[in-house]
């Protein structure tokens, strides 16, 4: 299902940590020290939507996917 900025912020007010990863590049967000608007933009795709996969763990949304920040977030260690 497709979520806009409406449903960005909400997912946002509940964090304290937001992790987004676009590519190779992943940008983390305390939600303390950055404003409400700023971190919400950098969840939204070029349509507007959430971008997908999209996981909240514990106080931590996840957004996007690269595979190290999955792993240090759901605590999962390499065999």
Not at 21 to 46: H, I, M, W, Y
Not at 66 to 72: D, F, P
């Amino acid at each position: 299902r497709k979520l806009g900025r409406k449903e960005a912020t909400q997912l946002v007010k509940k964090a304290s940590l937001v992790i987004v990863a676009k590519g190779k590049k992943v940008q983390s967000f305390d939600r303390e020290g950055t404003t409400l608007n700023k971190v919400v933009s950098t969840l939204l795709g070029p349509t507007g939507n959430l971008r997908a996969p999209t996981i909240r763990v514990g106080m931590t949304l996840l957004v996007g996917f690269e595979a190290s920040s999955y792993a240090k977030v759901l605590n999962i260690n390499d065999a």
